[in-house]
């Protein structure tokens, strides 16, 4: 475990925090006006391996080279040219900041945006160490600049095996209530597909397209077909031949060696992507931990009680879990995000799917 402290003072800024994989949804931008809650569970932090922030830069303006030495081989709206590593933490888990007024970003709504850089200073030597985002429509961050802070390790936890995480995980639902900002509890509130669920199959998306290798692709029936199946059978052609791709990981059998791709967790701890014992050439395709483990095992909605009915004068605090009204459409700027960042996006048929995104998010795939 670790904590961060100031690069210009050595104060504490931050909590005790382990370390755990950037979410797929950490930049995700969800409807409009919509409340979104905080990005991290409390008690850790997650590093952007690539810049993210101002100052950005146009695709226009970058060489394709400088792009592809960036580790991105197609079009992007843009790129930052802040330093890499920004640690990306809850806003609680804060100690010893205050907010700067007047960096509070010249394009907020409902809240902070962060757009012009760290709005947050240590409360001791007065240095800006993180950006606090909370606007509409975005994940609740706290993000520290890479070089106004400094990690010092605390302890070294060992991580849960697959076997303990499997005693102990949950499952992200697919569903997820969502409410309108600055509305009262209970009020201009319904249930969406869960943003995690589209950023994270978005993600997902980009790869068994580059597993493909354009032909056709099945996923196994149930929660997965919906969310997968449609948005496969229209990128790619119909017809065989026809490549298959099947859930693998901890808890399920051996994965059949006719299986072309496999859908297995990363490790919600150390970023692990889960692989069989047996030496397989089958494409992993990998998907967050919380969001395989309900394809896998899905849990029940229970609107009542098994058996009988509530006692007299005892409502309920929670929500039956209902479906949305729309069909699933994959993220499209997880989807944009990977698919640049994987070579094989330079083979025609899959540029093309790129730069042709809009179209497709207009037909609801996205």
Do not use: K
């Amino acid at each position: 475990m670790f904590v961060f402290v100031c690069a210009g003072c050595g104060a504490r800024v931050t909590t005790l925090l382990s370390e755990v994989p950037l979410p797929a949804h950490a930049h995700q931008q969800f409807g409009n006006g919509l409340q979104l809650p905080v990005l991290m569970e409390p008690g850790t932090f997650a590093v952007d391996p690539e810049p993210w922030g101002p100052p950005w830069r146009t695709w226009e303006e970058i060489d394709p080279d400088e792009a592809a030495a960036r580790g991105i081989y197609a079009p992007v709206p843009v790129l930052s040219d802040a330093p890499p590593g920004a640690i990306v933490i809850a806003p609680g888990d804060t100690r010893g900041t205050v907010l700067a007024p007047e960096r509070r970003g010249g394009g907020y709504c409902c809240g902070l945006d962060g757009a012009d850089g760290p709005n947050m200073a240590c409360e001791v030597c007065g240095l800006l160490v993180a950006t606090r985002i909370d606007d509409c429509s975005l994940w609740q961050t706290v993000w520290l600049a890479p070089d106004a802070v400094r990690r010092l390790p605390v302890d070294d936890a060992t991580p849960l095996s697959w076997a303990e995480l499997m005693a102990e995980g949950e499952g992200t639902p697919p569903f997820a209530p969502i409410t309108t900002w600055g509305s009262r509890l209970g009020s201009n509130r319904w249930w969406s597909w869960n943003p995690q669920w589209e950023a994270a199959v978005g993600q997902a998306l980009a790869h068994l397209l580059v597993a493909s290798e354009g032909l056709r692709v099945t996923v196994p029936d149930g929660l997965t077909s919906e969310v997968l199946q449609r948005a496969l059978d229209t990128l790619l052609p119909a017809g065989p031949p026809v490549r298959r791709a099947d859930l693998a990981g901890p808890g399920l059998p051996t994965p059949d060696a006719g299986a072309d791709i496999l859908l297995v967790p990363v490790h919600p701890r150390t970023g692990e992507t889960w692989a069989p014992d047996r030496a397989t050439s089958a494409y992993p395709v990998p998907l967050p931990f919380g969001v395989w483990l309900w394809l896998v095992f899905p849990e029940p909605d229970l609107p009542v009680p098994a058996s009988g009915s509530l006692p007299y004068g005892v409502l309920r605090d929670d929500l039956p879990m209902q479906r949305p009204r729309h069909l699933f459409r994959a993220d499209p700027r997880a989807f944009q995000h990977t698919l640049a960042r994987l070579p094989a996006v330079r083979t025609p048929w899959l540029r093309e799917i790129l730069d042709n995104l809009t179209q497709h998010g207009r037909a609801g795939l996205f």
